[in-house]
């Protein structure tokens, strides 16, 4: 699609190729932000840039072009509202990771650690691990796609989900409360 | 190689993704001498597996969706966020996440209750989108936009069309081949339609993400003279709707439910 689109078919454009990815958009920015008013703020912000820069759009995948400018507003958003929070950095993080016992029952314990732990551990997660995770899990984008997204190495997003899942379980132990 | 250096890999092996053959030979080798690692492996597909159950996927709210799309002018004057943001403090602030442990419950409690309000009636309406999707794909002429009895061929064609992968699962030995699949509109959102056909009938089967994770039981219903049956498997949405007879489109989804 050429930007010699007069207004209203631009517009139609422009529906047509995001509406199928509003949900997506709204749930990553409902966890990047980790509240529901945040996360209107940031899609509306989202929606309007993704607008604007529309004419750049050369078709393809609508979703990751979606997902990554949502990311981005997220992260500036995010940078402009920080609250003040104590800096963790990934080695005192990985102190956290207690090795899984030979053959230890993982599985188990996530069957009966509850829908509300889980939810709450990845809300508390570190942003970037945070972020790959719901990339990867609720909606299911393969590594390239999140590589795109979050304009990281393929290999960074193998380390964020490997590091991500691991500390995650190591929460739901109870060793990484707090 | 290492623990170490497997550590990264593991996530990848657990997901099926981005292994080049030398990696994935070093990896099954160091997984083969090291119990440590492959329980960790064990670890990354319970912990997605969990997450993938349990974790919602917040749908963005209807009022946001409609402000959205009313907030694009011809270009100019950005919507004035803060007098969205100023209505908005006027309702009330309710967020399980952001509630103490103690509230939680409760939160969800109520969460789940309005969900149920606000689904209440809905059934109806959808069974009636549904019928009316169906009839449309064969007024139209316009039962496939890919033709094909091969499932390989008809899930990636969703690829890039949907926001989500529906699972498409080939009944041709059950006695309901696959016969394509197109894109349709339902519920206010893209989802995918998958064509089955036993005998002289046609059967449109309806797949998108659920509002909550789970699973819901089958439920029966007729609406225009079509049979319609709907039930929810592990976050998906399932309608299917044909002039089969009741039990004949049961054993349908009892076949599709066995497939999957």
């Known amino acids: 699609m050429e930007p010699a689109l007069t207004a209203a078919p631009f517009a139609r454009e422009f529906d047509r190729v995001t509406t199928p990815h509003l949900d997506a958009a709204y749930n990553l920015a409902r966890w990047l932000t980790r509240d529901p008013h945040d996360a209107e703020d940031v899609v509306q912000e989202a929606y309007l840039r993704a607008y604007r820069f529309f004419s750049g759009f050369r078709g393809g995948d ?31 993080l990985e102190e956290e990771l207690a090795a899984p016992q030979d053959d230890g ?35 299911e ?6 590589a795109d997204i979050a304009a990281v ?26 | 190689m290492e623990c170490q250096d497997a550590a990264p890999l593991l996530a990848a092996r657990a997901d099926g993704q981005a292994l080049t053959a030398a990696q994935a030979r070093e990896l099954d080798e160091h997984l083969d001498g090291c119990g440590p690692c492959r329980a960790r492996l064990r670890e990354q597909r319970a912990v997605s597996a969990a997450l993938r159950q349990s974790v919602p996927r917040y749908p963005m709210p209807e009022d946001l969706r409609t ?108 006695g309901y081949p696959l016969t394509g699949g197109r894109l349709d509109y339902l519920d206010s959102r893209a989802v995918a339609a998958l064509v089955y056909r036993h005998g002289p009938h046609l059967i449109n089967l309806f797949v998108w993400p659920a509002d909550r994770p789970g699973s819901a039981p089958l439920a029966a219903g007729t609406s225009r003279g079509y049979n319609v049956l709907h039930w929810q498997r592990d976050g998906m949405n399932y309608w299917a709707v044909s002039d089969l007879n009741a039990g004949e489109l049961k054993t349908f989804a009892g076949a599709l439910q066995a497939g999957a």
């Not at chain 1, 984008?141 to 999140?146: A, N, P, R």
Request: aromatic share 6%; hydrophobic share 40%; glycine share 10%.
């Open chain 1, 141 to 146: 984008l393969s590594y390239q796609e999140i």
């Open chain 1, 153 to 178: 190495p393929i290999g960074t997003v193998m380390s964020r989900l490997s590091r991500g899942r691991r500390l995650l379980r190591a929460r739901l132990e109870g060793h990484g409360e707090g």
């Open chain 2, 67 to 174: 402000r959205l799309r009313a907030g694009l002018p011809a270009g100019e004057a950005a919507p004035a966020r803060s007098r969205w943001r100023d209505l908005l403090q006027g309702a009330t602030r309710f967020d399980g996440l952001r509630l103490g442990g103690a509230f939680a419950a409760g939160a969800a409690l109520a969460l789940g209750l309005q969900l149920f309000v606000a689904t209440g009636g809905r059934g109806d309406r959808l069974a009636d989108e549904v019928v009316s999707g169906h009839v449309r794909s064969l007024m139209a002429q316009h039962l496939a936009d890919v033709a094909s009895s091969d499932h390989h061929t008809v899930k990636p064609w969703f690829a890039g069309k949907l926001d989500f992968s529906p699972p498409v699962t080939d009944l041709a030995a059950q």
């Open chain 1, 105 to 139: 029952p993982e599985q188990q314990l996530l069957r009966e650690c509850d829908r509300q732990q889980l939810v709450r551990a990845l809300t508390q997660l570190p942003l970037d691990f945070r972020e790959v995770l719901v990339l990867r899990e609720l909606e």
């Open chain 1, 62 to 92: 609508g979703r990751a072009w979606l997902l990554a400018i949502v990311r981005n507003t997220c992260h500036s958003w995010l940078a402009r509202h920080r609250r003040p929070q104590a800096f963790q950095d990934f080695s005192e």
